[in-house]
């Protein structure tokens, strides 16, 4: 995984990114390691986007991002891996809405 790559987001729709998480399943593990790994990265570069972490036993894992005028996207990332996860984040975060 390219741990020095940018993720500062050029989209300003968005407003807010949700991260959904279970502690301990494994359909989770490149959520966990992709905060391990990312989260201070993408909260220096983006210090007024609140970003929130859920966790919660026997949940899906998935990524909300919550834009201008009420509307949110999400999507499903069950047994994705570190960097596939923050390509979904990447995806979300510079979405045109």
């Known amino acids: 995984m390219a741990a020095r ?16 998480l279970s502690q301990s399943s494994e359909a989770s593990r490149g959520v966990r390691e992709f905060i391990e790994a990312r989260f201070v990265t993408l909260k220096t570069e983006n210090p007024n986007l609140p970003v929130l972490v859920r966790e919660c036993r026997d949940v899906p894992a998935r990524l909300w991002a919550r834009y201008a005028y009420g509307q949110e996207r999400s999507v499903l990332l069950d047994n994705l891996s ?12 510079n979405a045109k809405v």
């Open 82 to 93: 570190a960097e596939q996860v923050t390509k979904e984040v990447e995806a979300l975060a």
């Open 5 to 20: 790559s940018s993720l500062r987001f050029a989209s300003p729709a968005l407003r807010e990114l949700r991260l959904h």
